[in-house]
């Protein structure tokens, strides 16, 4: 469509801010986003949400920004799919004239001063479903991290996958954060140093895992005709697309080999106009390095079963022939569920990544990922001059 561009960008402190609620960081990240495109937050007529997993921000946000008189309000969960959904949703709406200019956040606090990553995400404290739907918790599988250990394992297993090439991600995106100054991680990793790292969930080791952070961030999205008026360079929304396959885990399924990002990533595709050889940098949700190597296999950047050859001799990383997570993506720089690869996107797309801006920003392909491979969301953007 290439009717619309997201204007306004807005990021907050991550990582262990814990002075602050998710909404106060989702007010401060909206702001931000506002003054970024040159907006008075008067001319905001539009405010989509996803809530964290603590359950904020929510509909009341907008009384905390002081909007009035919305054309435009609503919660969208499709959890680490959700960013890219609402952006998606913003985008069809200015193209059907229901707004002018919507503000998309997210915003959570997981963390807390005495707590961990494992307690924000499954661990203490968490209710368990009843029933035969609680089956899982009976041999201890309560975490995200024990579910995508058991689809890397069946990929390990089924193509001959192995711990270095998921490694071979995990380098590649840390010597991309080291030129991102938001990023928690920017020391140098070597493979040798991922491979000692402790097993979380066989085959999954710690590096193999994404960072936990609170924090906020917000984008405007407006027409593209009123972007290239304002005060950023814009970056062009140019095609979307979802798939939900679910998580099916019985017999035939093809869990932990085939995701929704084979039917997502297509949709988007089409949409834009464009193909796979057309895209010239990736931002894919990396909650774990398998989750960018399913990924760049669905998405069709090589064949099935072929993603751990694909990424093992470097070409995702600085100087590579396909930048993917130029900012270090959720391994090294920071969590922010699906706005994280948007963030970077946008940053990239504008040209203002400073060493770690990659050459070419014409087509920049974003993942989303939500749940155990269970939604799925994809947006082509297009960088500013295009």
Known sequence: MG???IAGLGLTDVGKIYDRSATDLAAEAVRLAAVDAGLAMSEVDGLL???GVRGAPRLSLQKVLGLTDLCLLAEISALGAGPAVMIAHAAAAIERGEATAVACVFADTPLKPQGSGRDAFGGSGR???KGFAGYHAGIGAVTPNLFYALAARRHFETYGTTSEQLGAIAVAQRAWAADNPDAQHRAPLTLAEHQNSPLIADPLRLLDCCLVSNGAAAVIVTSAGRARDLAQPPVGVLGWGQAHPGRVMHRDSRFGLRT???ESGPRALRMAGVTVDDVDLLQLYDCYTYTVLVTLEDYGFCPKGEGGKFVADGRL???GSLPCNTGGGQL???YLTGFTPIVE??????GQAGARQAARRDVIMVSGNGGILE???TLILSGAGR
């Open 317 to 319: 990383a600085p100087g």
């Open 375 to 377: 939604h799925h969301a």
């Open 127 to 129: 209710s368990l479903p």
């Open 260 to 262: 929704g990002a084979a």
């Open 332 to 334: 090294s720089a920071y």
């Open 345 to 350: 996107a946008v940053i990239q797309g504008r």
């Open 3 to 5: 009717g619309t561009a």
């Open 49 to 51: 949400v996803t809530p």
